[in-house]
């Protein structure tokens, strides 16, 4: 069991992306889920996360150009960015905030992770 994420890839500024995110745990549906990423010689920043009754939060850097949804039935996470910039470059990862029996205010998993590039 694990999560992966697709859809990144290389894209102009201005241009927009879909990530997604696999997970096949039967507890999908009632696990909080985030987007975070990661761009090289930076720390790791929280971009989005979305409760089990579809809740959201987003970072102010994500605001108005990205949006988080999910798909309880398919087990699918999304990540839905337009207007990308340059600085939205980075590693994307997609995390759950319970994994086995915990759950937490803290991402308890992640996945491997997709590369968004965007060129100016």
């Known amino acids: 069991v694990q999560l992966v994420e697709s859809g990144g890839g290389l894209v102009q500024a201005g241009g927009s992306l879909r990530l997604s995110c696999a997970d096949s745990?039967?507890?999908?549906?009632?696990?909080?889920m985030g987007w975070s990423r990661q761009a090289p010689g930076k720390q790791r920043e929280l971009v989005a996360t979305?409760?089990?009754?579809?809740?959201?939060y987003y970072a102010d850097s994500a605001k108005g150009r990205f949006s988080i949804s999910r798909d309880n039935v398919m087990g699918k996470l999304y990540l839905q960015m337009n207007s990308l910039k340059p600085e939205d470059t980075a590693m994307y990862y997609c995390?759950?905030?319970?994994?086995?029996?915990?759950?937490?205010?803290?991402?308890?998993?992640w996945g491997q992770g997709t590369q968004v590039t965007v060129s100016s």
């Open positions: 995390v759950t905030y319970c994994w086995g029996s915990v759950c937490s205010d803290q991402p308890q998993k």
């Open positions: 745990r039967s507890i999908f549906s009632t696990s909080p």
């Open positions: 979305i409760g089990a009754e579809g809740r959201t």
